[in-house]
């Protein structure tokens, strides 16, 4: 990561996977390049899941991945831990009690998931995401509470988060003056595409995106997923 001088910081599903013939065009163009394109891969799914779909979908390993919606970081080809960064989340965050005000609000499903970094629920009905966000508030309980496609819902330690995670990258290898995009296509983005870089809603994003206002530095594509990418990467940085 150190020296990197062009970054593409990406969400997977829906971003820079859901179009082969997009994702085939734009690892092409980047090879073409004199310069690497350094990867970060952003992501709501674990790390097993993670790898999974990069396996399947024959993605290039990436410099950094980070997972569970900003609460994992892995580096390099052996996705070692960034213990560092669990360290710090940690501090603050407190599973049992989010778990068990959980407990007493109807229309959420507990996703079961193989991390202590998060917990994530099915939502069958959007009121119980107030209600959720009141109790914690009540209960002085340190959260983050991401709410995404209409369906997801996310309570994080309070300084996580896809954003906060890609923050910390590259303030870590002091890569914050790369050449970055950072691409998305769902609420859970939000806070990423947001950071004050590069950034581009992809054309098929779900409609928290779609809504949010304009900004000169986030780019609105017209192709989806990868396609979307490339149209935003040659707009930002064609030289």
């Known amino acids: ?127 119980a995401v107030e209600q959720f966000r009141r109790l914690l508030q009540e209960r002085e309980v340190p959260h983050k509470l991401i709410f995404s496609g209409g369906k997801d819902l996310d309570i994080l330690p309070p300084q996580s988060g896809k954003g906060q995670a890609l923050q910390y990258l590259l303030e870590r290898y002091d890569i914050a003056d790369a050449k970055l995009l950072v691409a998305g296509d769902s609420g859970n983005d939000l806070e990423m595409l947001t950071l004050g870089f590069p950034s581009v809603i992809v054309g098929n994003a779900q409609p928290e995106l779609q809504q949010h206002g304009q900004h000169p530095l986030i780019y609105r594509a017209n192709r989806h997923c990868a396609g979307g990418i490339y149209e935003a990467w040659t707009y930002f940085h064609a030289d």
């Not at 960064?85 to 049992?96: I, K, S, T």
């Open 1 to 127: 990561m150190n020296g990197a001088t062009h970054l593409l910081a990406t969400d997977l599903d829906g971003t820079l996977v859901g179009d082969k013939a997009g994702l085939r065009e734009l690892l092409d163009f980047y090879a073409e390049q004199p310069y690497e394109v350094g990867l970060i891969y952003i992501t709501g799914r674990h790390l097993a899941s993670a790898r999974t779909l990069i396996h399947d979908e024959q993605l290039p390993i990436p410099k950094a991945l980070i997972t569970d919606v900003g609460t994992e970081i892995y580096m390099g080809s052996a996705f070692q831990k960034d213990e560092h960064w669990e360290a710090r989340l940690m501090q603050d965050w407190m599973p049992a009690q989010v778990e068990e005000i959980a407990k007493g609000i109807a229309g959420i499903r507990e996703q079961d998931l193989p991390v202590d970094s998060r917990r994530s629920y099915h939502v069958s009905d959007p009121q």
